[in-house]
């Protein structure tokens, strides 16, 4: 049974919604509130992403933190033995501290920071207990990433039994979730959970009061399928989709099942969704389009004060038509898009390796 849903029966707070639960309830803000900083790791090893990837990889990640600097503070754990290169590459704007990291993704990594849900109090970041996506990946070092940023930021971590990455969890900051069965719900995450167990675990540590959950796919990248490439929401009441015209892709299938859920689902406040779809590319930069697990989508961007960071491939038609979408869903932000290929080759994204900190 979850930890913290435990600890609060045993103090006789069994039933949701109570007003008497505010004082011990979080919640987590939508990514649009303003932010204090963003996280992100200069995690990528050789071991992981080869040798040949590797220098493109780094060079996105500093691109992606300068980038966002612009707009917001950026903090960027690295290996102590790689500060001098992380530092050459990112320049002065981005602040580097030394931590141990297996890999790069932050926001699968780092904590999920949340508020008091009675609105006075300090801010925490959970930890929701990465385990390399299902034991798939060294992590020993990535497990201890919250904890390195919690401590830093200067909150309160809390602790769940729930195994979840941030990526898994998409919310609208006013109690709606969107969730893919495909990882939340996976064994090799949490093999006795169920649906009830997990959304009550969530009532409490990020405020989710509804949840949609998405089938999501299993064993086809090593996520299990990240909601944060299929929705994002930026407004409540608005959700961005993602559809892949690409029928012979796996994401074919599950993009217009997820799009069926979407048009006919309600949030917290009783809202049917306005659903707009953001069509993935068909042609990616001719070095990257036998890649596998290259990741191409506009899905998994990142909003940051005044801006919206997103990927571009190449693509002009689709890139094109991804900026006034993301410019219609986000007004009043700039809209900036960079080429991000490695990463994406290795089946990620700007939003995969981000994590906001709220003000």
Request: glycine share 8%; hydrophobic share 40%; proline share 6%.
């Amino acid at each position: 049974m979850p930890r913290l849903r435990d600890h609060l029966a045993s103090l006789g707070d069994r039933i949701l919604g109570e007003s008497q639960d505010d004082d011990r309830r979080w919640r987590m803000p939508d990514e649009c509130h303003p932010h204090r900083r963003t996280w992100m790791a200069f995690g990528a090893s050789k071991s992981i992403w080869g040798r040949d990837l590797l220098p493109t990889v780094q060079q996105n990640l500093a691109l992606i933190a300068q980038t966002i600097a612009h707009f917001e503070p950026v903090t960027m754990l690295v290996r102590p033995e790689e500060l001098d290169l992380a530092q050459c590459l990112v320049g002065p704007t981005v602040e580097l501290v030394t931590a141990p990291l297996d890999d790069l993704w932050m926001r699968d990594t780092g904590p999920v920071f949340v508020y008091p849900a009675a609105g006075s109090g300090s801010k925490a970041g959970v930890n929701f207990n990465f385990n390399g996506w299902g034991e798939k990946q060294a992590h020993k070092r990535d497990a201890g990433v919250a904890a390195v940023v919690t401590h830093r930021a200067g909150v309160e971590m809390l602790e769940s039994d729930l195994v979840v990455e941030g990526g898994s969890i998409v919310v609208d900051g006013q109690g709606t979730a969107f969730i893919c069965e495909s990882s939340v719900l996976n064994k090799n995450r949490n093999r006795k959970w169920t649906k009830k167990d997990v959304e009550e675990e969530l009532f409490y540590l990020l405020g989710v009061t509804k949840t949609i959950w998405l089938p999501g796919i299993k064993g086809k990248d090593i996520t299990d399928g990240h909601c944060d490439f299929y929705v994002t929401c930026p407004r409540p009441g608005l959700v961005l989709a993602a559809y892949d015209p690409d029928p012979k892709s796996f994401d074919h299938k599950v993009t217009k099942q997820h799009l069926d859920i979407l048009r006919s689902a309600t949030d917290s406040a009783g809202r049917r969704l306005e659903v707009v779809v953001l069509e993935a590319p068909t042609n990616v930069r001719p070095a990257f389009s036998r890649e596998d697990d290259f990741a191409a989508g506009y899905i998994n961007h990142y909003v940051c004060n005044g801006a919206v960071i997103a990927p571009e491939f190449g693509d002009a038609r689709a890139d094109d038509n991804a900026r006034a979408v993301l410019q219609r869903a986000y007004p009043g932000r700039q809209v900036v898009m960079i080429n991000i290929d490695g990463v994406a080759a290795g089946g990620g994204g700007i939003h995969c390796t981000t994590q906001q900190e709220p003000v």
